[in-house]
Structures are given as structure tokens and as C-alpha cells.
């Protein structure tokens, strides 16, 4: 078995794939959004409940490969329940995991890690930044009061 | 280095029909040997390059030629009064001869260089379409074209205020016509379209639809880009008025593309681009311009590429289209049937051989088309996953993207029984049965 492709289909990413988190609809959710990557097709809905400055419940619907689907899952794990800068904070760590570019705090990344693998492949880290992207921009749009839209990883 | 193309030959029998001589099969094993970068390890795996629609791997004839041309011939065409100069124009010249015979005998003048099939047809959108369309003129696509045969057809469209009409394709990938007399209509000034689907496989009925398109006084480009490096193609028998194609996706370099144009229409049509080459008299205030071809060829060419060019088409002239063809058909119905035999598997595009090319695309129900190349790659099998630059298609087939197997004159039998026992090991991979 190659080294590369288990180290990218990691047991833990599987695990999401296979039964990813976050799947229950939201009533009146405050960010409802909607994320593709137009080079291969694959499309994501996002839905978060806010409380305060809190993510008091997300969901993430994700047509996509192994990688996009267990990446949006974990985003749902990870964030629920975390202040809205914590949530900015580990989504620039994720970034900057997936892209190699600076760290600018060190965040425990828990299951995200197995992430890493991605970076071997370097056509895939769009699949692994679709979902992160999607909530990156709808943050901002709650937070300047807009309207969220379409969010693409062009 | 014409024994080196002929080994490619097997010394097979040859089968009478009739009066006529069945072509000799090909022998991919033979021909495998013709191609250095087929003997390469990819992750611990002999390559199996199934991403020919994408582009074709190059035949060491074409890689010397180009080196040749380097080492031996290099100066600028057309200007030079010395003996290299002459030399690289003639083996430039050469090239375009062959393009010319290959495509069934049209007159050189009516070849026109260009990068690339894309730029083949946006020639003919700026300097044909923008110079002939008026509102309410119609161009008629299908639904099965790649970007390169679409957009800038939208482009012009609204440039223009011309209308866009697609053609429809049914359940099996082929085009619907049922319709067609109502949308080819005699508003119709253009009808553009794919000869072969890079996505779906199929080929079109041309000939029958240039006929249409004629009769209601509209022009027909198609789209070769898939056709001519697998088929047998002659452009006066189809009666096509423009004919696009790249010849790295049938051996030759990148960097090289060739639109055919009648010339007739050619002849009254404005330069693409302007400068050096194209003209055959400047002044202060006005230039005239060169005859055809070079009309369309401003300024320095890709004169090294175009002579290796010249290699590739004489590889497949050696080896012969018809074989081509029927070696891709083999190949392409065993592949169905044995992508058919998993039960997981959906394939896009017509079941039988004899209407399609080699070019498979299909999805499997559980693994995203990516997983599945990238899984393939680790065992060396490249294919491609994606939109395949399709994305109308792509939205009218119901799916995001496909994954797309496709074959050339080096695949063989066993490949095909790798590549779908790869699919089988994939699904253990990656899902819970
Ligand atoms: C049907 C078809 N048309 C046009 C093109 C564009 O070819 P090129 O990128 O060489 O211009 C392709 C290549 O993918 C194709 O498959």
C-alpha cells in the first residue's frame, strides 16, 4: 500500500467521510451559505447558529470527495461551541497547515492534523480549504452585516 | 528514423475484403517501445498513461526532431537569403504540406498555424464573427462542447447581439436531431461544433449536419481537437468550412495548433493578429496584407514545434488511421464491458463502439471522481477527474464531475484489466461493503 495515500486517507479522515459530523438542518440560522470549488465540481451548503459571540451550532452539507467532506466535518466538530475569534484563529491555522504558509499562533488542531497529508497532494488542498473557506467569508459577512453569498475557492 | 516508425508495424496478415486490404493491427507493445516516457515508475508502478484526451505522449522521432531542428536547422522563416534560413522555412513549409494531406488532401494555403485548437477557433470568432455577425443572426452549438468551442462563441454572442442555440443530446450521449431543422433556421450564420466529445466519446454525424447547415446558407466549424488524432478525417467529404485541432494531442509538441479554413472564406477574411509576416506592404500610414496562409500568421512562429510536428503526422501516416481507429475501437468496447461488469460504475456517453471514441467517462456511485484518481495514480494509472472543461455538459448529465479513461495507439488489453482492477481495489479502499 502506498505510503503517500495512506498518509493522505488517513483513518480518522475516513472515519469522517464516512460519517460526517453536523449533518442536522438549523432552525433560523443566522449564516446560511454556500461554498463551491469550480474546478472539480464539488459544492457545500453551511448553516451556523450564533449565541453572543459564540457558535452555539453548525451544519455543513458537503458533495464532494474524501478530502473536501472529512474537512468540513471536522470544521463542524471542532467549532461548535467556540468564540467566533477562536474560530477565526483556527481556521488561519488550518490554512496555514494546508498551504505552508506562516503560523502566526500554535493551536491545538486535534483530528484536523491528519490534514497535513493533503499538502503532498497538492491539487487536492483546494478540497481540503473548501469548507474552511465557505466559513471564513460568511464570518465576515455576519460580522459587516451583509448578506452571504456564494463562496468559491477561485 | 522512418525504421524506427515502421517497427511500430506489426508484420501481421493482412486480411482481404474484396478488393480492399483491412489495414495490418497495430502492436501496442511495439509501439510502447517508440515512446521513452512509458517506461517510467510511477510510485513503485510501471506507468499507464490513460489521459490521452488530455494530451498524448511524444514518440522519440518527434522529441529528435525537435532536437534536430535545434542543432542543425534553427533560423527565422521566411526572411533569411541563407542557407539555414531556407532550410527552416522549408522544414516549417514541410509540415504544413502534411497537415494538409493528412486532413484529406486540402490545399496548404488553407492551413493556418496557431497555438492550439482554443486559438484556432478564437481566430475565427474575431476575424470571421466579429466582422459578420448582426443581432438577431444565430449560432448554433450543442450541448456536448468543450469550453474552447463555447466560449467564445458567448463572447461574440454578446458583442454581437447574435443568439446561441444548442443542440440537445439524448440519454445515450448522442446528438438529439430530431429538432434540428427548427434550430439550424435560416437566421443561422454559424454552426459550431465537436466532431468528437472529449467528455462523452461521441461522434458526431458532421458530414450530415454541414449538409444542413449549408442548405440554410450558415458556415460550419468543428472542433477536431478529438477527432483528427483518432479517427480518419477528410475535411472535403464532411465539407467543413473551418476544422480546429492541436497536435499535442496526437504526438506532437505542445504549442502548436491548426485551424483549416476554406479559402474561399479565408481569402475575404481580416488578419487575427498584426506585424511582421502577415503584411506584404507597409507604408507610414497603411499596410496591405500578405497572402494565405501567412495573412494569418503574425510575427515569429513556433517554427521547432510545427517541424516536429511534421514527425507525429508521419508516425500516424506510417502506422495508418484506419489501424488507429480500429485498435482504439477494440480497446474501447473492451473497456465497456468490463467497466460494465462493476456494478458500482456509471458510464456517460454511447455503449457502442463503432459511435464513439476512445474517451470513457464515467462515476463511480460511492467514490468522488478524485479519490478515485488519485487513488488510481498510486498504482501509476493516470486518468483524469474533473469537468473535462465541459461544465454545461457536466450540469446536464447530473454530476459535478467524472472521471475519464482514455486511450491511445500504446494501450493495450492488460492495461485496461489493471485499470479496472484498480477501481475494483479502490472500492475495498475506500468503502464499507
Ligand atoms: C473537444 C476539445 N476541444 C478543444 C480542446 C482544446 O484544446 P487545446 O487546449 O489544445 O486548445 C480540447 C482539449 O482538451 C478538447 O478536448
Redesign the pocket.
Known amino acids: 500500500m502506498s505510503e503517500a495515500l495512506d498518509a493522505l486517507y488517513r483513518d480518522i479522515l475516513m472515519d469522517h467521510y464516512r460519517n460526517p459530523r453536523g449533518k442536522r438542518k438549523l432552525l433560523n440560522p443566522e449564516i446560511h451559505n454556500h461554498g463551491e470549488n469550480p474546478l472539480c465540481g464539488d459544492e457545500l451548503e453551511m448553516e451556523i447558529k450564533i449565541d453572543g459571540d459564540r457558535v452555539a451550532d453548525i451544519y455543513v452539507s458537503c458533495a464532494g470527495c474524501a478530502v473536501s467532506v472529512s474537512s468540513g466535518s471536522m470544521l463542524a466538530e471542532i467549532i461548535k461551541g467556540k468564540s467566533l475569534a477562536e474560530v477565526k484563529r483556527i481556521a488561519r491555522a488550518v490554512k496555514a497547515m494546508l498551504t505552508g504558509g506562516e503560523v502566526i499562533d500554535e493551536i491545538e488542531l486535534g483530528d484536523l492534523e491528519v490534514l497535513e497529508g493533503v499538502k503532498k497532494f497538492p491539487v487536492r488542498v483546494k478540497c481540503a480549504l473548501l469548507s474552511w473557506a465557505t466559513l471564513v467569508n460568511s464570518l465576515e459577512s455576519y460580522e459587516h452585516g451583509l448578506e452571504t453569498k456564494v463562496s468559491s475557492t477561485e | 528514423m522512418n525504421g524506427e516508425r515502421m517497427t511500430a508495424i506489426k508484420n501481421g496478415v493482412k486480411i482481404g475484403v474484396g478488393s480492399v486490404m483491412a489495414p495490418a493491427g497495430l502492436d501496442p507493445l511495439v509501439i510502447k517501445g517508440d515512446f521513452p516516457i512509458l517506461s517510467r515508475i510511477i510510485n513503485g508502478h510501471k506507468l499507464i498513461y490513460l489521459d490521452n ?2 494530451t498524448t505522449q511524444k514518440p522519440s522521432c518527434v522529441i529528435s526532431a525537435l532536437r534536430n531542428y535545434y542543432e542543425n536547422q534553427n533560423a527565422n522563416v521566411h526572411r533569411g537569403l541563407h542557407t539555414l534560413a531556407e532550410e527552416a522555412t522549408a522544414a516549417f513549409e514541410a509540415t504544413r504540406k502534411k497537415v494538409a494531406e493528412f486532413i484529406g488532401s486540402v490545399k496548404p494555403e488553407e492551413i493556418i498555424y496557431t497555438r ?4 484556432a477557433i478564437n481566430l475565427v470568432a474575431y476575424s470571421w464573427g466579429r466582422h459578420n455577425l448582426k443581432p438577431q443572426d444565430r449560432i448554433v452549438l450543442t450541448e456536448m462542447e ?1 469550453h ?2 463555447l466560449v467564445p462563441w458567448i463572447v461574440l454572442a454578446k458583442e454581437t447581439g447574435a443568439e446561441l442555440k444548442f443542440i440537445p443530446i439524448d440519454g445515450d450521449g448522442l446528438l438529439d436531431l430530431e429538432n434540428i431543422d427548427r434550430i439550424i433556421s435560416e437566421d443561422t450564420k454559424l454552426v459550431a461544433l ?1 466532431h ?3 467528455v462523452l466519446g461521441t461522434i458526431n454525424p458532421v458530414a450530415e449536419i454541414a449538409r444542413i447547415a449549408h442548405h440554410n446558407g450558415a458556415l460550419v466549424l468543428l ?1 477536431g ?2 477527432s483528427v488524432p483518432h479517427l480518419p478525417v477528410n475535411i472535403k467529404e464532411i465539407d467543413a468550412d473551418f476544422y480546429a485541432f ?1 497536435a ?2 496526437m504526438l506532437g509538441p505542445t504549442g502548436i ?1 491548426i485551424l483549416y479554413g476554406r479559402e474561399s472564406i479565408l481569402q475575404k477574411m481580416e488578419p487575427f493578429l498584426f506585424g511582421g509576416e502577415m503584411i506584404s506592404e507597409v507604408d507610414f500610414e497603411k499596410a496591405t496584407w500578405n497572402v494565405l496562409p501567412w495573412k494569418f500568421e503574425a510575427g515569429t512562429p513556433n517554427i521547432a514545434d510545427a517541424v516536429a510536428y511534421g514527425s507525429a503526422l508521419d508516425y500516424l501516416t506510417d502506422l495508418g488511421m484506419e489501424a488507429v481507429r480500429s485498435h482504439e475501437m477494440d480497446l474501447t468496447a473492451y473497456a465497456l464491458r468490463k467497466l460494465s461488469e462493476l456494478d458500482s460504475i456509471k458510464i456517460f456517453g454511447p455503449m457502442d463502439s463503432r459511435l464513439r471514441g476512445g474517451a470513457i467517462s464515467f462515476v463511480d456511485r460511492q467514490i468522488h471522481p478524485h479519490d478515485l484518481a488519485t487513488f488510481l495514480d498510486s498504482r501509476g494509472i493516470a486518468i483524469r477527474a474533473g469537468h473535462h ?1 465541459a461544465q454545461p455538459l457536466m450540469r446536464r448529465l447530473g454530476v459535478g464531475s467524472t472521471a475519464r479513461a482514455s486511450f491511445y495507439i500504446y494501450n493495450t488489453f492488460e492495461e485496461i484489466d489493471e485499470f479496472v482492477g484498480a477501481i475494483a481495489e479502490a472500492r475495498r479502499y475506500f468503502v464499507n461493503e
Not at chain 2, 492550439?116 to 486559438?119: H, I
Request: aromatic content about 0%; glycine content about 4%.
Open positions: 484526451a488530455a492550439n485548437a482554443t486559438e468543450h474552447a468551442n465537436t468528437m466529445s472529449n472542433d481537437a478529438q492541436s499535442h494531442k495548433g472543461c
